[in-house]
């Protein structure tokens, strides 16, 4: 079927047919239903292709995302999938490591031809290299690295989500909460952020925050988790919760308790930050911070859409921080939860 063809059935222009295939809102309803009706009986389907070849784009967005095999960015990934192809658009994924140079290689590599705009997380890059996002294509930033770039920047609430968590913990009667994922010595980034939120808890309690309670890993990784869960265990220092600063490293806490038939949560509560979907598999189910990755994945294709489309070509850079939720499971509250 061919536009011509509805266009004949409606009784209308192929102008008009096209006005309702894209979206123009200024038509009459009953010519727009009559248009409706047409493509509805005929069959018609519209040719993206050609459509974005007229445009002078491609259909593509780019997603670059630290590593996949953090279960967190491979959620976010299928989120951003999904709502693209909701979207009419398809999603180019690359994968960084976490390298700068990689990040760099990113905003100016040859890909960047292949696709109408990027939606870019990354981790090595700092506000020391805010130049470099002064690019020629539409962006939109996720994550805490790079604050106020020129860029649209969706981001989660980290310190007032950690500060919740730490508070979810307090309010079951414990004290000797544990940190595991802390990063020494950084000022941006997700981990300072979520450590931050976990001091101003304690203090908010009256509690002096113990430096021997604050465990460092590297990578947040379930082994780097079950690593820092041992030093800290090995370190005979009083214990009652454990705060992951992500899921991964929860799990691999909760599997170091586990291992050593240490009772969760009667001896030692757990709760962890992403809401990845193992996290309501594990035994025992691991209660969790829920950031709002899907508001993260479908505001981030709206923003970059709008810019593509150049909707509103002059419209000042925008900072979107989303919901978020404690998401309580048996790591913290036993079979309560259930």
């Not at 968590?165 to 979520?194: K, N």
């Not at 430096?211 to 460092?216: H, K, M, Q, R, S």
Request: glycine share 8%.
């Amino acid at each position: 079927m061919t536009m011509h063809e509805v266009a004949a059935r409606a009784g209308v222009s192929i102008k008009t047919v096209s006005n309702v295939v894209n979206g123009y809102q200024y038509i009459r309803p009953a010519t727009k239903e009559r248009v409706e009706a047409a493509i509805a009986d005929l069959g018609y389907q519209v040719n993206i292709s050609a459509r974005n070849l007229r445009r002078g784009r491609t259909g593509l967005i780019g997603l670059a995302v630290p590593e996949l095999s953090l279960p967190y960015f491979a959620e976010l990934a299928d989120s951003v999938i999904r709502a693209a192809e909701a979207r009419g658009l398809t999603v180019l994924i690359e994968q960084t490591g976490s390298v700068r140079e990689r990040e760099l290689e990113v905003l100016s590599g040859q890909r960047r031809h292949l696709t109408d705009g990027l939606i870019f997380s990354p981790l090595a890059l700092g506000p020391q290299d805010a130049a470099a996002l002064h690019v020629d294509f539409p962006m939109v930033l996720l994550g805490e690295r790079i604050f106020g770039g020129p860029a649209d920047h969706v981001t989660m609430n980290n310190v007032e989500a950690a500060r919740a968590a730490t508070q979810h913990l307090l309010d079951l009667g414990r004290r000797r909460i544990a940190v595991v994922g802390a990063h020494e010595g950084e000022t941006v980034g997700s981990a300072a952020l979520r450590v931050q939120g976990y001091r101003q808890a304690l203090e908010e309690a009256g509690l002096s925050v113990d430096p021997a309670l604050v465990g460092e890993a590297g990578l947040w990784h379930r082994a780097t988790g079950a690593d820092t869960m041992e030093r800290l265990l090995e370190s005979g220092v009083e214990i009652d919760a454990v705060f992951g600063l992500n899921d991964a490293l929860a799990l691999g806490a909760l599997h170091v308790l586990h291992a050593r038939r240490i009772d969760v949560p009667g001896q030692i509560a757990v709760i962890g930050f992403d809401d990845i979907e193992e996290t309501a598999y594990s035994s025992p189910t691991l209660t969790t911070v829920a950031p709002g990755r899907e508001q993260i994945a479908t505001t981030a294709v709206d923003l970059l859409l709008a810019r593509i489309q150049e909707v509103e070509p002059d419209k000042p850079f925008v900072q979107v921080v989303t919901d978020f939720e404690i998401v309580v499971r048996e790591s913290t509250v036993g079979e309560q939860a259930s």
